[in-house]
């Protein structure tokens, strides 16, 4: 008879890997952990700046095309393989802002407030600057501020306290989360720090712990309405695994919705169009999904600054990797951008609505184009520039994802529809202004060139609006497609527990019941821990009765 496991969890990605090592402490948990990728031990992974050559290979990423609502180009990438997205993100390491985990209480109840979550945190950090109520240490991932600074950096942050943005010092991730300064990433002496190597490795070799990679799950199978196994392929060959403990979907924001469809479990006659046996009809998997957007403006570089870009590129690209293999260090040993800033794009937002994302380093954009649509950027420019990449953090217009087919490889149908609300409009509006004064405060402006990007004869508010749906990307901080709340409607109740069924939950970015104002790394990680002691806490009680 085939073994039957406690638990078994979908997806070894930011949450997935948290859990997997939760739930395998205790050696009487027979726990599995499936994954559709591969081991992610490459030098790439490993390498902070290797981020621009994994996003667009298949073999760490996959990629999803998206609906006509957003640039026609776009694709939205999420990691493929231990350690998921944190395996190829930028390592920028955010919490969020209390305000947004009220959101999470006020849909979810207590157990996802600021407090809870905010010791969550505390649980899984490891931050080089030391507990302070705020930051944690100890904890699997560790936390570095950034080390790769230069001039145009310093200038960029002395413009951003010119805007009225409060500096913060050497930790930006504050829960007074407005101002400019540094981020933080986790990295550890030059090595990125992924859910994988945090939290998978040390409990690679526990007993209790299966690892299966390169596996794909295409349902959920079950006894009545409980979940009881896993329906996979293992290198093309059908293979099952059974449960008679719980079942956890982490496979993200787009492909847990997904699963969850395939299995019978989403919106009734979306499901009865493709022919799959309807186990709970749940109107919104798939739906209600928030996103950030967003868009990169480029500055050429005048006055004698040079950037970054002649270290990113022929000679001094090869200086930069010598520098990174010995010393592990300089720009490729850092994440994705340097410098960022937490700001409201008008004086009567309440809190923070925009991240910014500051670095003197700019990307090409091939000059042969269809006049309707703008391509995505590709390598580094020759000439010296600066970018500002600007995410709305508030967003209020929603996205879905579908399924097209009772088919596990047939593609989503991603149905994107930003800046459908004049909510929307108005920030996307507003922010462009915001970068235009800001490289116009006294410190950069001696520096600052034409714009690139979009191109300052995009002026009125109507031209702005209207390049910015050309350029603007959907990003990779997707939220919500499984909703975790108090309501019937919920996809997953306040334990994330799926709705309808038994023994069956959902752990990752797609539970959220609202937008966090940051990178979503952290958070999933968060999430995945706290899901984990409530998961154990059920557990215990169950052992009890």
Not at 89 to 104: E, K
Not at 327 to 349: D, H, Q
Not at 358 to 364: A, H, K, M, Y
Not at 453 to 470: M, N, S, W, Y
Request: a neutral charge; charged letters at 20%.
């Amino acid at each position: 008879m085939a073994q039957s496991y406690d638990y078994i969890i979908i997806g070894a990605g930011s949450a997935g890997c948290v859990l997997a090592n939760r739930l395998s402490q205790n050696p009487a948990h027979r726990v599995l952990l499936l994954e559709a990728g591969g081991e992610n031990k490459t030098f790439l992974v490993n390498m902070p700046k290797g981020i621009g050559k994994l996003v667009t290979d298949p073999n760490h990423a996959w990629s999803y095309p998206v609906g006509p609502a957003c640039a026609p180009s776009e694709t939205w990438q999420r990691g493929r393989g231990l350690g998921g997205s944190s395996a190829i993100n930028g390592m920028i390491y955010v919490r969020g802002q209390p305000q947004d985990f009220d959101i999470w209480e006020r849909e979810a109840g207590s157990d996802w407030s600021w407090a809870q979550m905010k010791q969550a945190y505390r649980s899984i950090e490891d931050h080089e600057l030391g507990d302070d109520g705020v930051r944690g240490v100890g904890g699997p991932v560790h936390i570095t501020t950034n080390k790769f600074r230069y001039p145009l950096a310093e200038h960029a942050i002395e413009a951003g306290v010119q805007m009225g943005l409060p500096r913060h010092y050497e930790d930006l991730n504050r829960e007074d989360q407005e101002g400019v300064g540094y981020y933080c990433y986790n990295i550890k002496k030059g090595v990125r720090q992924s859910a994988a190597l945090a939290f998978l490795e040390p409990a690679r070799n526990r007993a209790n712990l299966d690892v299966v990679t390169n596996v794909y799950a295409d349902r959920i199978r079950f006894d009545g309405k409980r979940a009881a196994g896993v329906d996979c392929r293992v290198g093309g060959r059908p293979a099952r695994y059974a449960c008679h403990g719980e079942i956890i979907i982490s496979a993200g924001t787009i492909a847990s919705p997904k699963l969850l469809q395939l299995s019978g479990i989403g919106p009734a006659a979306l499901l009865q169009k493709h022919g799959i046996d309807v186990v709970h009809d749940s109107p919104d998997v798939g739906g209600r999904i928030l996103e950030h957007l967003g868009m990169m403006i480029t500055y050429r570089l005048k006055g004698g600054e040079k950037g970054v870009n002649h270290r990113l590129r022929g000679l001094g690209l090869a200086a930069s990797v010598a520098q990174y293999l010995i010393a592990k260090s300089g720009p490729l040993a850092n994440g994705a951008m340097e410098v960022g800033a937490f700001i409201k794009t008008n004086p009567n937002e309440p809190r923070p609505n925009a991240q910014l994302y500051i670095s003197g380093w700019t990307l090409d954009i091939p000059e042969e184009r269809d006049k309707d649509t703008v391509a995505p950027m590709q390598s580094v420019q020759r000439e010296p520039g600066m970018s500002f990449t600007a995410q709305l953090l508030g967003l209020d217009s929603e996205s879905r994802v579908e399924i097209t087919a009772a088919d596990p490889d047939a593609p989503l149908s991603i149905m994107p529809d930003w800046l459908a609300s004049a909510h929307d409009q108005r920030a996307a509006i507003e922010i462009v202004r915001y970068i235009r004064a800001y490289v116009g405060q006294p410190a950069l402006a001696p520096f600052i060139g034409p714009e690139i990007a979009p191109g300052a004869q995009h002026a009125t508010d109507e031209e702005i609006l209207a390049i910015v749906r050309k350029i603007a990307l959907c990003g990779t901080h997707a939220v919500r497609s499984c909703r975790m709340g108090h309501d019937a409607g919920s996809v997953v109740d306040e334990r994330a527990r799926v709705r309808g069924v038994y023994g069956l939950r959902v752990v990752d970015c797609s539970i959220m019941p609202g937008l966090i104002s940051g990178n979503t790394n952290g958070p999933a990680m968060a999430t995945g821990w706290r899901a984990a002691d409530l998961i154990l806490e059920d557990a215990q009680l169950r052992n009890a009765a």
